[in-house]
């Protein structure tokens, strides 16, 4: 049989062979490779923001505009994300199932607590073989609760809060955001925060994309393909 | 009340021409961000109100607001207004001293109760119930309290008032504490910095003294007239940063050209303040145009970010002095290599796992 993170997933489902499930609708996928390119964009050029490439060029300023193209690229990208994440909140609402496990944690699931921790011993080799889920696994989803959604959620409030001090007071940024500002004082604290905050998310990259292919080749089901194609298969038809 | 001279009535009275006095009228309309037709409106002001009162008290400080407040462009309003300020209580730059101030003191709040305004230089250190800071024999917070419960609104002055400054820094021993955190039933209003620029201070007073009501507010309760912008939004080498050209070291062809700071740890991007339209000492420079970084001296705990020459603060959390990078790169290098070590185990793991299923098949 197959699991999700938790028991609701074992209706509906076939109880002996299930090669394929459509796990990641279209819209989640599509999400998914925005996000990704958005969010390499965003550490590329926020990374320079932070620390400038060497100044090039000793004419006339109006010459040339490269760090207000790596601002301008940065701050694109940063609304890309932010139009993705409130359109992946709204597909979570009327999505499948499978599209809500980014936005909330079964913590009170008895169950669900004890597959995380069977994931964990999976990952530290104390189990022999791992189970096979048609979503994310109860570790994965505890991963991307946390580093995606609340990540990038602080990501886009401290990240418009700083746009709103160059969009000005009495902008709409300025209006939504400038409570962050009031709130932390200084924005140069608001800075520090931002970019420990990509340091965050790039944790996140190295540990998502190791554990995805990782996953995808010792695991019992696809990985990599399944945030492709949408379908999830399964190498062998043995339950659980 | 009627007793009270009116501003017009001081001002002749120190020997200023009607002439002088228009000027001064216009320049404050254009420094409060007014329109023409607001002069007449000052004018008429000034010459029919009575003059507010203001106490100017002292706590821990260095006297730097006072030194910028007495440099105003405008002349007549080191003139004019100190003088008035003066007239009251201030005890640096009053005449009387010891017995003598504090029975002014006493007297202006006994005489404008509910009129005056306060204006706050410093701060009040709160450890030792205030030992920190005695005034007339007695710690500075409780003349603090005193001059505050009958005052109509309060002005911080400078840093140390709004956010606490250097006395404040961590580890603050003397628990020197911002103005609003003691002082929580009045309207406040910040004008920070390190000093304020004069024009600002002197522009502050007088459109509450002319126009009766303290000036909008921005979140941070600082007067957004001049603090809605911050110095890099108003900064003429603000063209060299969306360039790409900034200074790379003080002695470089890119400081000789006027490049932009930034790298050199300029805080103008994070600084409210008026200095790159104002500027100092009579409209004559400001630390950016003279070749210096901003360092950040009218925000918020400014002496606790780090160094003004870098643009990514310390984070002292961590024991050692390190910057976000250092932080972000150290924990994504563990991060890495834990990964590194744990794709290696997996591939034994399934090499001795393939063997086994060999084995048992």
């Not at chain 1, 001090?165 to 140069?188: H, K, P, R």
């Not at chain 1, 340091?199 to 089901?221: K, N, P």
């Not at chain 2, 920070?192 to 522009?203: D, F, L, N, R």
Request: net charge neutral; aromatic share 12%; charged share 20%.
């Amino acid at each position: 049989m197959t699991k999700d993170s938790h028991a609701l997933d074992i209706e509906g489902l076939p109880v002996n062979r299930q090669t394929s499930v459509y796990v990641y609708e279209a819209p989640v996928r599509i999400w998914h490779w925005v996000n990704a390119a958005a969010i390499l964009v965003l550490c590329v050029t926020g990374y320079f923001i932070g620390s400038p490439p060497p100044s090039v060029g000793q004419h006339e300023a109006y010459n040339q505009f490269i760090f207000g193209y790596i601002r301008f690229a940065h701050f694109a990208a940063g609304m890309i994300l932010t139009v993705g994440f409130l359109g992946r909140a709204y597909w979570a609402v009327i999505g499948n199932h499978h599209a809500r496990q980014l936005f909330y944690l079964p913590v009170w699931d008895g169950h669900w607590w004890r597959e995380v921790l069977f994931e964990i011993r999976w990952y530290l080799f104390l189990e022999r073989e791992p189970k096979k889920y048609v979503g994310h696994n109860p570790l994965a989803q505890l991963a991307m609760f946390f580093f995606i959604t609340l990540g990038v959620g602080f990501m886009i409030v401290t990240g418009l809060a700083l746009y709103a001090e160059g969009a000005g007071q009495g902008s709409i940024f300025d209006d939504l955001f400038g409570w962050v500002i009031a709130l932390v004082g200084n924005t140069q604290r608001l800075h520090t925060l931002h970019h420990l905050g990509m340091w965050w998310i790039l944790i996140f990259m190295i540990v998502h994309i190791y554990v995805a292919i990782r996953e995808d080749i010792m695991s019992r089901q696809s990985i990599v393909s399944t945030m492709i194609s949408g379908h999830r298969t399964f190498k062998d038809d043995r339950p659980d | 009340m009627s007793q009270i001279e009116t501003f017009y009535e001081v001002m002749r009275r120190q020997g200023i021409t009607r002439r002088s006095f228009m000027k001064y009228c216009s320049l404050t309309a254009a420094a409060l961000g007014l329109g023409p037709s607001f002069v007449p409106k000052i004018a008429h002001a000034m010459e029919t109100k009575p003059r507010t009162p203001v106490i100017w008290i002292h706590g821990l400080e260095c006297t730097c607001c006072s030194e910028s407040f007495i440099r105003s462009a405008h002349p007549l309003a080191k003139d004019v207004v100190l003088s008035m300020i003066s007239l009251d209580y201030d005890d640096t730059l009053m005449a009387a001293a010891g017995h003598a101030a504090e029975a002014a003191l006493q007297d202006t709040i006994e005489k404008y109760k509910g009129n005056y305004i306060l204006a706050v230089e410093g701060n009040p250190p709160l450890n030792e119930d205030g030992m920190y800071c005695i005034i007339g024999g007695k710690p500075f917070v409780e003349q603090l309290r005193h001059a505050a419960e009958h005052a109509k609104a309060i002005i911080s002055w400078g840093a140390c008032a709004s956010y606490g400054c250097v006395q404040a820094a961590a580890p603050n021993p003397t628990r020197a504490t911002p103005v609003h955190k003691v002082i929580l039933d009045k309207p406040i209003i910040k004008v920070p910095g390190c000093p304020p620029i004069a024009e600002v201070m002197t522009g502050v007073i007088t459109y509450m003294l002319t126009f009766d009501r303290m000036p909008t507010l921005d979140r941070q309760g600082r007067p957004a007239m001049f603090y809605s912008q911050r110095i890099h939004d108003k900064c003429y080498r603000r063209p060299h940063f969306d360039a790409g050209q900034f200074v790379e070291t003080w002695d470089d062809e890119g400081a000789r050209k006027g490049f932009c700071l930034y790298k050199m740890g300029c805080k103008g991007p994070t600084t409210y303040n008026a200095c790159s339209t104002v500027r100092w000492n009579e409209g004559v420079s400001f630390p950016i145009q003279s070749g210096h970084g901003c360092i950040g001296c009218s925000e918020d705990g400014f002496w606790d970010q780090g160094s003004f020459y870098d643009r990514l603060t310390n984070i002292k959390q961590f024991g050692v002095e390190a910057n976000a990078d250092q932080v972000g790169m150290a924990a994504a290098g563990v991060v890495g290599g834990a990964v590194a070590v744990h794709a290696a185990v997996s591939a034994l793991k399934r090499a001795q796992k393939k063997t086994q299923d060999k084995v048992e098949g």
